[in-house]
T-cell receptor, first 110, second 116 residues
């Protein structure tokens, strides 16, 4: 089955700096890559996603890049704010099933 | 549109007791997932339904866990008997097929289970 690895497990940045979280996957059949933000005690919320026919997608301060050849994808958050502090999960999907990374705890220091 | 609903939100039981969780997916979503999320970890798929059929239950501990989705809408997940290591948040999610392939998945608020 699919194996998704996520790095780093923890990340601290100063407010206003950028944050990058990276994931790798193993199954070349995976074609959909969502990113979720989970605040303490709350449900995972989809923040951005990308499909395998696209190399990059941007939504305001958040962007995701995908390298199908290398089987890795990354989340980029620019101009970080304290409210960006949360755990972020990447996932890879073959079209029906989802495989999650282990999460990155992001702390934005005011 | 209404989101994924789950109940109860919290449950505390003693080991060897039984517990059941309920999930109501987003209207029209054919696929329903149950995940177990242990503190500090990512969601782990327990079982996936497509309508009322099981797509994947390979990681479901079938000696103690069971799930059903009889009418292809609501679902229940049961643990009998519970063990200490079952303490976790149980997340239900549902998804719809995206045009061009892939599914967008939405999560419910989860049920936090504590086994004493």
């Amino acid at each position: 089955g699919e194996n998704v690895e996520q790095h780093p497990s923890t990340l601290s940045v100063q407010e206003g700096d950028s944050a990058v979280i990276k994931c790798t996957y193993s199954d070349s059949a995976s074609n959909y890559f969502p990113w979720y933000k989970q605040e303490l005690g709350k449900r995972p919320q989809l923040i951005i996603d990308i499909r395998s026919n696209v190399g990059e997608k941007k939504d305001q301060r958040i962007a995701v890049t995908l390298n199908k050849t290398a089987k890795h994808f990354s989340l980029h958050i620019t101009e970080t704010q304290p409210e960006d502090s949360a755990v972020y999960f990447c996932a890879a999907s073959t079209g029906n099933q989802f495989y999650f990374g282990t999460g990155t705890s992001l702390t934005v220091i005011p | 549109e209404a989101g994924v609903a789950q109940s109860p939100r919290y449950k505390i039981i003693e080991k060897r007791q039984s517990v059941a969780f309920w999930c109501n997916p987003i209207s029209g979503h054919a696929t329903l997932y149950w995940y177990q999320q242990i503190l500090g970890q990512g969601p782990k798929l327990l079982i996936q339904f497509q309508n009322n059929g099981v797509v994947d239950d390979s990681q479901l501990p079938k000696d103690r866990f069971s799930a059903e989705r009889l009418k292809g809408v609501d679902s229940t997940l049961k643990i009998q008997p519970a063990k200490l290591e079952d303490s976790a948040v149980y997340l239900c999610a549902s998804s719809s097929r995206l045009a061009g392939g892939g599914n967008e998945q939405f999560f419910g608020p989860g049920t936090r289970l504590t086994v004493l």
